[in-house]
């Protein structure tokens, strides 16, 4: 059995945890004779005396291990015997489980602990420091007991009352190492809860789990009730408590004759702002008390410096008499002109404590709007819409506006609605390059459903903004794509177009598929669907037909019914009824057998055909994309560097891959960060990193969450990325990173008006007793009544005009008597 | 205004036309599924069979008010168009379908002629092709004793001795009865019912009013420029409406008595109690003792004596309590030499309002006397039935007793409300349709609260009282109007609605503490934070998990509509009453929403939701509601700019910048950072 022995190093600090060096835990195993020697030595020790171990045990013993870090600082051993081996009479019991640890000093047992009771370290550390501060550390809980401990320190030491709910949580920890290191200076006291915290102001005693005050005692005469407090307003940690002290040791006010900028106070290491205040010479001694003044109400919040504007040095505006400076590294001073004092406070309280969300001052911070559509909008409001470009209707004008063009699209909006009012944009500019292309058949309307509301309620509009396109003697079309002006265009230029188109020959089916036909419309919806079917008869026609019409304004659809139609079905070896989808003339164009049904579900059929096999997803499309719920197979380039043209190979590589056949369980797609530049975001997010690109990545979204990253360098190949994939898919590779699944909860607190109430008119709004069961109507009445008949004034003149004293007519009663109000 | 009360119509005519055919052939009973009993304001909102006493609609406005001059305010140019709400601000039109059946055809007056009232009751009944049987006068209501299979059904006797069975009765007959207090002397007080109207006949007269309410002051003020002195008595102080926001209190158009009351041109108000008052008449012998007799002379030619006001137990000593034997002692001047009221009078006027005629119901269908309004209205549940009378309801003026002196159904512009909900509650017990609700998607639920909120009239007029329930249902909630807040422990039965375990809201307009001065400083509050505060009529929100109980609702905060809810939003009042501001209005709306709701509820643009669909499970409800369904906003690029520069989007140095503004927390970019990496980075 070795004997280690403990080199005691007192550090005295206060941000213990950070303070220890080196890993080897300083937890000593001791022998029973080395532990009888060193019981000794008259050092304190902390000694855990066990047998076997069960997992609470286990987990015990590694925060003691932890624990004996910090306890060296304070000069305390922490070890632990193993009764197996030892025996050690009066601690080795008998069971098997032991659950005491022991304090020593000198060989005398300061106390025993339940292993229950010293869970964890902070545990550990604060029962300990709180054994052995037994003498420094009072502990009250009635007012009377902290008015003697404050009698008899007034004039002679501070008081530092601190107050935990639970003994052992960090908040008592942080606590009692303070009290190590100040115990000489500062008379401590430690209360956990009752009236001794009514006495400090606090309102809701039960919400309050921990909390700090300093009490002024050195300064106060001994007459004075009780000293004057200050209280931490910050969460109980060793280092607020330690700038707390340090803030509370700095004058109260400084006076300085240089530029605020120049002032050189604790506070600015403290990180806590400073104050200034401008005094001329011949206010010097109001403005003093003023200082004073505000420096009591903001102690330990800001340091406040009175600066003698008489001195050459101090170049201050004469309109300004305050400034003040944040903390941190150059932060400028900012000049104010101050009324009151409860101005300056307000100010600091917004100031000071940015960071506290909870802060009943801080809702002025909630009038930043936070919804990126919203503040956008808001800031947009000096420009006024140029509203000449669409048609405003009206309930007069709507029903004949519908009627007359030949395509009427309207916009459902209401101003309150900052989608609308974004999208408005975007539908003006659509309206501005129709009429910039010579479109001349379309009419772009707009209807404000604040005003129009029966129009809307009729139209049965219910979500905002809503757009649709009305034709004569058709039903309305909701149009159900982005909300922006490429997607509306296209579909305001495809909506023009019959659906389906009836191609005659195959020359015109040739050119329908290579976009000649309609050039223009090509242009912006360049994927098409044609229809093949063998002769027109066919039962399928009227079903394709119907899905066609649904699919207007999405995708340029084609029809040809003929017996030629075989020549296709041969030359891409499906079997009629069949459908042709064309990627314009660069693209591909393949062929999907029909599965003839209902025409929603050969819509749902078509729209499937319609996506890309590797598409580029891009913010417009990933919808489509994401309704798959498959894995992602997403590769990211970058904009291309001119002359090279490796997103080509790259991207020509990843295809040859789809060949394989053995992505199947993947949906490969990728993302131009030149072009989505939103993709830049997730991919950051992925890894934590921008890797070099371009960079492949399997993002499991709808599966686990896990992100896989291939290894940069490894080259973007068929035989090594496939070899990855099955990696990935055997567990093998270690994600790069997660996805979140986590519920998007409210980004801000609300505003909780109840509980304001609450503290305001308490009983406001607290629901009645039984006992005060009253019909609210007669109750109010009597109210209205009470208050308004001012009753006070009728008694008054009743008594003063009392009945000459006629002895046959008794006097008339209050009730009866009238007077005028 | 919603078309099933005229589908529901044509169905009951034809109803009632083939009971008619059925029954009549054999006896002289008429059955019907639903009668209205009188076919004023109220009878014709309900659209039935319609039972009238008098040949026309809207008779009592033939003869009332007495001075001819309506009080409800006929608001034709707003300077808006929408419909909806501009019936907040005319307060004589009846609902419908038919966008133009407004009293504005009628009159262009702001406070109409009453004759226009019963003409515009008659092009409302012509238009809308209303069924009303004029000439029956129902003298008797008896609950039927047979109880048949649908129900027990009331049975009503005309004049000429016809019953009508009717196996639903609305009673809208209205306030008729003249409210009188029976003192010593009562005979000697005219009623505002029957006085002349024309001034002349006051000329120097001194008039003494009992009342304080509109029509007292109205008659004071036809009298005003002809009477000598006007005196106004009652028990209570003067409520002026635009003090109390109570329209049956006192309008400023009456109130001109006030200014030659408080000017000292011999007008004045007294308060004091009616029941132990007694007008005597002067008699010739004390004439000619008095040192009245002057006075008594230049009164002219009247021949009838002058009448003081006295106490009934200063007549105590007179044992026949003969009028003619008032001596001296007898009034109160003898004991108290400057009793305000101690000048003799020419007439004295009962102007006490009206009550409830209870006479016509047989025990066995009269509901009891309200408790409030001082027993002059029938007692009714929240739902407008007659206490202990099933199937009995009461609509209109007579059903003020809910909300007597805090809203306004006793009134046209508040009654049509309180109308169709009691129809909506008839559609569902008697022809299972469920109370009409608009299913919404959640992220659409904020612009439909501020529609509501901004154009509503029912519960902007109805505030406190009607209120509009949101049933929350996850990613959905269901919207239904103007249900009336007092029903809501028995919301599912009334509604035929279910609640979830989303909980619901309540949409309620509503006044504010006022306790402060209507015109003083410090009325009206405008930081948002204070919207609880607010004096003026404002939109409040409560939230609940589930239904409140009776016994919740007995026992809610003292002057409040409903309960004390989990959470409670009130927005800040609106001087123009437009609700539509982004950073006092609308946010802390959402953010209220977002706490009930439990989840995020601001919009994205695609380019957001793009990112967010790829790096979250489940990116935010906007983004799932809109831009997952293909229905993204898209960015347009000036808009894009201005959401950079607000620091709200992540992306290059963009967000880089925001950190040195210290105007924006830094929380506003957590979005961003919603993907943990557990990538080393040390590898």
């Known amino acids: ?821 | 205004m919603d078309s099933p009360i005229l589908l529901l119509l044509a169905r009951l005519v034809a109803l009632v036309q083939c009971f008619h055919d059925d029954y009549h052939s054999h006896n002289s009973t008429r059955h019907h599924d639903y009668c209205v009993l009188g076919a004023g304001p109220a009878g014709l909102q309900m659209e039935y069979i319609i039972l009238e006493r008098n040949s026309g609609p809207g008779s009592f406005f033939n003869i009332y008010p007495r001075h001819r001059k309506l009080i409800s305010i006929n608001k034709i140019y707003t300077g808006r168009r929408n419909r909806e709400f501009n019936l907040r601000h005319d307060w004589n039109s009846l609902l419908s379908d038919r966008p133009d059946l407004l009293l504005q055809r009628v009159s262009r007056e702001l406070y109409p002629d009453a004759d226009s009232f019963p003409r515009y009751l008659s092009m409302y009944v012509k238009e809308l092709g209303l069924k009303v049987q004029y000439g029956v006068d129902i003298g008797k209501i008896r609950a039927s004793e047979s109880e048949s299979p649908r129900g027990r059904g009331y049975i009503l006797t005309d004049q000429r001795g016809l019953d009508y069975t009717c196996r639903v009765l609305l009673v809208s007959t209205g306030l008729w009865d003249p409210q009188k207090v029976q003192f010593e002397g009562s005979d000697l007080v005219e009623g505002y019912e029957s006085i002349p109207v024309d001034p002349e006949e006051y000329k120097d007269q001194a008039v003494l009013i009992l009342g304080k309410g509109n029509s007292a002051f109205e008659t004071a003020q036809s009298i005003l420029g002809r009477a000598s002195r006007i005196h106004l008595y009652s028990p209570s102080p003067v409520r002026l409406a635009w003090q109390t926001h109570y329209v049956g209190d006192l309008r400023a158009v009456n109130n001109e008595l006030l200014d030659t009351y408080q000017l000292k041109s011999l007008d004045g108000l007294v308060e004091g109690g009616l029941e132990d008052i007694a007008i005597v008449r002067n008699g010739e012998d004390e004439k000619k003792r008095s040192g009245r007799k002057k006075k008594c002379r230049s009164s002219g030619k009247d021949k009838r004596g002058k009448l003081f006001l006295t106490l009934a137990e200063l007549l105590d000593s007179l044992d026949g309590k003969n009028s003619s034997k008032v001596t001296a002692t007898n009034l109160p001047v003898y004991h108290n030499d400057n009793f305000s009221l101690r000048q003799p009078y020419d007439r004295v006027i009962r102007c006490l309002g009206f009550r409830f005629n209870f006479s016509i119901f047989d025990g066995s269908a009269r509901p009891p006397s309200s408790e409030g309004a001082r027993g002059r209205l029938p007692g009714v549940t929240a739902w407008y039935e007659g206490r202990g009378t099933p199937d009995l309801f009461v609509l209109g003026t007579a059903a003020h007793s809910r909300d007597y002196r805090s809203s306004a159904g006793g009134f046209i512009h508040g009654f049509r409300y309180t109308v169709r909900a009691v129809h909506r509650v008839l559609e569902l017990r008697y022809h299972s349709n469920s109370w009409p609700a608009i299913k919404l998607s959640i992220s659409q639920l904020q612009s439909w609260l501020l529609r509501r909120v901004n154009e509503a009239s029912g519960p902007y007029q109805m505030f406190g009282v009607l209120g509009d329930i949101i049933l929350l249902r996850g990613s959905h909630c269901e919207y239904l109007e103007e249900f009336p807040l007092q029903a809501l422990p028995q919301f599912s039965s009334l509604s035929g609605h279910q609640l979830s375990k989303h909980g619901l809201l309540v949409l309620v307009l509503q006044y504010g503490l006022n306790r402060t001065d209507s015109l003083g400083p410090g009325r009206a509050e405008s930081e948002w934070t204070r919207a609880w505060r607010s004096n003026f009529l404002h939109p409040v929100l409560y939230y609940y998990d589930k239904l409140p109980t009776e016994r919740d609702m007995r026992h809610r905060p003292v002057g409040w509509p409903l309960p004390r809810p989990k959470a409670v939003h009130h927005m800040i009042e609106d001087f123009l009453t437009e609700w539509d501001g982004p950073i006092s209005h609308s946010q802390p709306l959402r953010r209220f929403l977002e706490h009930c709701l439990h989840t995020d509820l601001r919009a994205f643009y695609a380019e957001s939701c793009f990112r967010l669909s790829l790096t979250n499970r489940k990116p935010p409800l906007f983004c799932r509601q809109g831009y997952l369904r293909k229905h993204g906003i898209v960015r347009n690029s000036q808009l894009w700019q201005h959401a950079h520069e607000a620091g709200l989007m992540p992306g290059g140095q963009d967000s880089a910048s925001t950190d040195t503004d210290p105007a924006f927390p830094n929380y506003l970019t957590r979005a961003g950072a919603s993907v943990s990496s557990a990538i080393n980075l040390d590898f």
């Open chain 1, 1 to 821: 059995m070795a004997w280690f022995i403990c080199v005691v190093i007192l550090l005295l600090c206060s941000k213990s945890e950070q303070c220890t060096t080196g890993n080897a835990s300083k937890l000593i195993e001791h022998t029973a004779a080395h532990f009888f020697e060193k019981m000794q030595s008259g050092k304190m020790y902390f000694i855990y005396f066990g047998k076997q171990v069960n997992p609470t045990i286990g987990l015990f013993i590694e925060q003691l291990e932890k624990s004996a870090d910090v306890l060296e600082d304070y000069g305390i051993s922490v070890a632990k015997v193993n009764c197996t081996n030892e025996h050690i009479a009066k601690y080795c019991t008998g069971e098997k489980l032991m659950k005491k640890v022991y304090l020593f000093r000198g060989g005398n047992v300061l106390k025993s602990f339940d292993t229950d009771t010293v869970f964890d370290v902070n545990a550990i550390v604060s029962h300990v420091l709180f054994t052995v501060l037994f003498d420094e550390v009072r502990y009250v809980h009635t007012i009377a007991e902290l008015q003697s401990v404050e009698r008899a320190a007034k004039g002679k030491a501070d008081i530092v009352l601190g107050h935990v709910q639970v003994l052992g949580l960090p908040e008592h920890r942080a606590l009692m190492e303070t009290a190590f290191v100040y115990g000489v200076k500062y008379q401590f006291v430690l209360t956990t809860g009752g009236p001794v915290l009514t006495n400090m102001g606090v309102e809701d005693i039960s919400s309050l789990t921990a909390g700090l005050w300093f009490l002024h005692c050195k300064g106060a005469s001994q007459h004075s009730d009780s000293c004057p407090h200050t209280a931490l307003r910050r969460a109980l940690t060793t280092l607020h408590i330690y700038t707390f002290l340090q803030l509370m040791e700095a004058p109260l006010v400084s006076e300085a004759s240089v530029e605020p900028s120049e002032v050189n106070m604790v506070h600015s290491h403290l990180q806590v702002p400073l104050l200034f205040l401008f005094s001329q010479p011949h206010t010097v001694a109001l403005d003093r008390v003023t200082a004073q003044t505000l420096a009591w109400r903001l102690r330990g919040q800001v340091g406040l410096v009175l600066i003698h504007r008489e001195s050459p040095d101090v170049k201050i505006p004469l309109e300004y008499n305050a400034a003040y400076r944040l903390p941190g590294e150059g932060s400028e001073v900012k000049y104010l002109i101050l009324n009151n004092l409860e101005e300056v406070i307000d100010l600091f309280r917004d100031e000071s404590t940015p960071e506290e969300e909870d802060d009943d001052d801080n809702w002025a911070t909630l009038d930043v709007l936070d919804d990126e559509v919203a503040e956008s909008v808001y800031r947009d409001r000096a420009q006024s819409l140029d509203m000449d470009a669409v048609t405003e209707l009206t309930a007069d004008t709507f029903h004949n506006a519908v009627a007359e063009s030949d395509y009427t699209v309207v916009l459902f909006y209401v101003k309150w609605d900052a989608v609308s009012m974004a999208f408005m944009q975007s539908y003006i500019e659509v309206s501005e390059s129709l009429e910039d292309a010579d479109v001349s058949d379309v009419e772009l309307a707009v209807l404000d459903c604040g005003e129009w509301t029966d129009v809307c309620s009729a139209q049965k509009i219910r979500s905002f903004p809503t757009v649709r396109l009305y034709r004569p003697q058709e039903p309305s079309q909701p149009y159900q794509g982005m909300l922006g002006t490429e997607s509306l265009n296209r579909f305001i230029m495809l909506s023009r177009l019959v659906s389906p188109v009836l191609l005659s020959s195959p020359d015109e089916v040739t050119s329908f598929l290579e976009g000649d036909m309609y050039q223009r419309h090509a242009a912006i919806a360049p994927v098409t669907v044609l229809g093949l079917f063998s002769s027109t008869a066919d039962a399928g026609v009227p079903v394709f037909k119907e899905a066609a019409k649904a699919l207007r304004g999405e995708t340029m659809v084609g029809l040809f019914a003929d017996r030629q139609a075989e020549i296709w079905a041969v030359e891409y070896s499906v079997t009629l009824p069949a459908i042709l989808v064309s990627r314009g003339p660069t693209g591909q164009t393949e062929a999907h057998s029909l599965n003839l049904s209902m025409p929603d579900q050969l819509v749902t059929h078509i729209q499937r055909a319609l996506l890309d096999t590797f598409p580029e997803l891009t913010v417009e499309n990933l919808p489509l994309y994401l309704e798959v719920k498959k894995k992602l197979l997403l590769l990211f380039v970058g904009e291309e560097e001119s002359g090279r043209k490796g997103n080509k190979r790259v991207l020509d590589d990843m295809r040859s891959l789809l060949n394989t056949g053995l992505l199947n369980p993947y949906l490969p797609c990728w993302i131009h960060l030149g072009r989505t530049p939103a993709g830049k975001a997730v991919l950051e997010a992925y890894l934590g990193f921008l890797p070099l690109l371009p960079a492949l990545v399997v993002s499991q979204l709808a599966t686990g969450g896990e992100v896989f990253h291939y290894p940069t360098g490894r080259p973007l190949m068929v035989q090594p990325i496939l070899q990855w994939l099955q990696r990935v898919e055997d567990g093998e590779e270690p994600p790069a990173g997660v996805i979140v699944d986590e519920k998007w909860m409210p980004s801000m607190p609300f505003y909780d008006f109840l509980s304001v109430m609450d503290q305001e008119v308490p009983g406001y709004a607290s629901q009645r007793s039984a006992k005060t069961k009253t019909n609210r109507i007669e109750r109010a009445e009597g109210e209205k009544e009470k208050s308004s008949s001012g009753g006070g004034e009728r008694q008054a003149r009743t008594g003063a005009h009392d009945p000459q004293g006629s002895p046959t007519t008794k006097p008339p009663q209050t009730s009866h008597h009238h007077s005028e109000l």
